[in-house]
Nanobody, 127 residues
Framework: EVQLVESGGGLVQAGGSLRLSCAAS????????IGWFRQAPGKEREGVLC????????SYADSVRGRFTISRDNAKNTVYLQMNSLKPEDTAVYYC????????????????????WGQGTQVTVSS
């Protein structure tokens, strides 16, 4: 069974950092696009960043470029979202998602085109 489980969310002050984890089971990330999304109350889900696992090419939303990065630990079958210099507007539920077999620019993929999703983890940034 394919499963993604996020963890690492919490409450942090503005300017602080958090690292979210997305652990996969039932598959490996090879050949997948990995996306991180977020959804704030009353807002639509938005893409934060995405990475092609084949070559590591990553695309970032303008709002997080220079502050957020993605990394991958193959031994643990886990990807991480490192979030630095957090702002109150980063407050949201964060989700990881994967899509199999796509070799183009992942920034053009909408959330609807991803195959599997985690349950989400809450990140709250206080001012």
């Amino acid at each position: 069974e394919v499963q993604l489980v996020e963890s690492g969310g919490g409450l942090v002050q503005a300017g602080g950092s958090l690292r979210l984890s997305c652990a996969a089971s039932g598959f490996t990330f090879d050949g997948y696009v990995i996306g991180w999304f977020r959804q704030a109350p009353g807002k639509e889900r938005e893409g934060v960043l995405c990475m092609r696992s084949s070559d590591g090419v990553t695309s970032y939303a303008d709002s997080v470029r220079g502050r957020f990065t993605i990394s991958r630990d193959n031994a643990k079958n886990t990807v991480y979202l490192q979030m630095n210099s957090l702002k109150p507007e980063d407050t949201a539920v964060y989700y990881c998602a994967v899509r199999k077999g796509y070799g183009g620019r992942c920034s053009v993929l909408t959330s609807m085109t991803y195959d599997y999703w985690g349950q989400g983890t809450q990140v709250t940034v206080s001012s």
